[in-house]
């Protein structure tokens, strides 16, 4: 029988986005399960880390937004053909993750000295990453491994809408491969229908 | 023929540890090139996101360690038997990029004032992430994930001597299942052998 799949994550794209984009891709049985405040403080001490977003498959749970993005992409045909391809799609998927913990570990630092330092390099150090993303993207033929669409490519347009919100503008202007790509996967039938429908939040 | 590998990395532990030890596991063909400050000075600006670990495969160089460690582990036969042991072994693998992220970046801030309140909370933090890795390990029979040795325990174990260095005491002491999982793992036959030959620096 198809498995069943429950994500459990707040009301925001951000790390929750990538799985739910995977889900819709393979036309998965999932819920969307939405946490606002209230919820959340309630439900914390009951997650394995303390954290979300996590998956209910079958009425097991799983945590860590990359772990489960990269199972879910074995499931619905979103992996690499072999394994060179798998380490080429966990590059990039890895230095997303370098590139959003800029953002982030800027919008959340709590010291304001420490917020104000990062604030003065945080412009080039997003443009370092964008850089080298519109570069990987034109050498692979208009996504991040090989030319064709991969979850690496999911992961990280899924949740940019989050990461512009909380740096306060659309970053890939001047980018056009990427939003290229942007354009490209977000017009995917099945996430395109996801997306028509999704909570209209502004983050 | 079989692929011959060069790891490039400093003269520590830290994240090249994981590959260095998967790379022994296997006794596949590799070459361990150490950098000291001046080397990396005239190198960083040809590796791909001018950071290190990078490994280089038959001429071709890759970076993000945990990417590498993935691919390697799929070759040195410490994956998973199936889809939901890696997203098992994923899992495990993003806890631990969590928790070394709480103790580097108390480390490495460079802002007094944050650094000092990172301080104040950093012991409890420590102890929540040993607390669910020693439930972890005593929950899947003294490993990781389901009672076996995977490339989990080795991306653990490999970098520790690194991070209680910078930590400043053996953090695992009080954790016996995780003290036992170390000796484990370095215990096993081509690790140890690594191990005895390794540069004998303090991290």
Same mark, same amino acid.
């Given at each position: 029988?198809?498995? =069943?799949?429950?994500?459990?994550?707040?009301?925001?794209?951000?790390?929750?986005?990538?799985?739910?984009?995977? $889900?819709?891709?393979?036309? #998965?049985?999932?819920?969307?399960? &939405?946490?606002?405040?209230?919820?959340?403080?309630?439900?914390?001490?009951?997650?394995?880390?303390?954290?979300?977003?996590? #998956?209910?498959?079958?009425?097991?749970? @799983?945590? +860590?937004?990359?772990?489960?993005?990269?199972?879910?992409?074995? +499931?619905?045909? $979103?992996?690499?053909?072999?394994?060179?391809? !798998?380490?080429?799609?966990?590059?990039?998927?890895? %230095?997303?993750?370098?590139? &959003? +913990?800029?953002?982030?570990?800027? *919008?959340?630092?709590?010291?304001?000295?420490?917020?104000?330092?990062?604030?003065?390099? $945080? =412009?080039? +150090?997003?443009?370092?990453? $964008?850089?080298? *993303?519109?570069?990987?993207?034109?050498? !692979? !033929?208009? *996504? %991040?491994? !090989?030319? =064709? %669409?991969?979850?690496?490519?999911?992961?990280?347009?899924?949740?940019?809408? @989050?990461?512009?919100?909380? @740096?306060?503008?659309?970053?890939?202007?001047? @980018?056009?491969?990427?939003?290229?790509?942007?354009?490209?996967?977000?017009?995917?039938?099945?996430?395109?229908?996801?997306?028509? =429908? &999704?909570?209209?939040?502004?983050?």
């Amino acid at each position: 029988m198809a498995p =069943k799949y429950k994500l459990h994550y707040f009301d925001v794209t951000a790390l929750g986005e990538p799985i739910r984009f995977l $889900l819709s891709y393979g036309n #998965l049985d999932w819920e969307d399960i &939405r946490y606002d405040d209230a919820k959340w403080a309630e439900s914390k001490s009951k997650m394995p880390f303390g954290q979300m977003p996590v #998956l209910d498959i079958d009425g097991k749970i @799983y945590a +860590q937004s990359t772990a489960i993005s990269r199972y879910l992409a074995k +499931q619905v045909g $979103l992996s690499g053909k072999d394994d060179l391809e !798998n380490l080429q799609i966990d590059q990039a998927v890895d %230095l997303f993750h370098d590139f &959003r +913990q800029k953002i982030g570990g800027w *919008f959340y630092d709590p010291i304001p000295e420490s917020k104000a330092a990062k604030e003065k390099d $945080l =412009k080039d +150090q997003v443009t370092f990453y $964008l850089k080298k *993303f519109e570069q990987i993207v034109k050498d !692979n !033929n208009g *996504f %991040l491994v !090989n030319g =064709k %669409l991969t979850w690496a490519d999911v992961y990280f347009v899924a949740p940019l809408k @989050y990461f512009k919100f909380i @740096y306060g503008s659309d970053f890939t202007e001047g @980018y056009p491969a990427l939003q290229e790509l942007v354009k490209k996967v977000e017009a995917t039938p099945a996430i395109a229908s996801y997306i028509a =429908k &999704r909570p209209a939040g502004d983050r």
